[in-house]
């Protein structure tokens, strides 16, 4: 089992930055890859960032380059370094690790990102 902790949501203006944190206790070695969603009112959840075990990363287009997906391992925790903020990234952003092909997830229970105009 994996317990996930967002952290370091809050309300920011356009083009300001904001950094999630994401602290992961439990099986973490059994972790294969840990990512960011983010879910606006009315809109489905998606996903904005991942990083495998091996240390790869992808994002989401409308994020490519202003957000960055890290990891301390000695800390157990996953980042999400979000710059040049605009107002379309207002969500709950929610911390995610994956267990592998055809295997569980667990969810964290969500941090809100408030962007101001």
């Known amino acids: 089992q994996v317990q996930l902790v967002e952290s370091g949501g809050g309300l920011v203006q356009a083009g300001g930055s904001l950094r999630l944190s994401c602290a992961a206790s439990?099986?973490?070695?059994?972790?294969?890859?840990m990512a960011w969603y983010r879910q606006a009112p009315g809109k489905q959840r998606e996903l904005v960032a991942a990083?495998?075990?091996?240390?790869?990363?992808n994002y989401a287009d409308s994020v490519k380059g202003r957000f960055t997906i890290s990891r301390d391992n000695a800390k157990n925790t996953v980042y999400l370094q979000m710059n040049s903020l605009k107002s379309e990234d207002t969500a709950v952003y929610y911390c995610?690790?994956?267990?592998?092909?055809?295997?569980?997830?667990?969810w964290g229970r969500g941090t809100q990102v408030t962007v101001s105009s």
């Open positions: 995610n690790a994956n267990m592998g092909p055809s295997t569980v997830d667990y």
């Open positions: 990083i495998t075990r091996g240390g790869g990363t």
């Open positions: 439990g099986t973490i070695f059994s972790i294969y890859a």
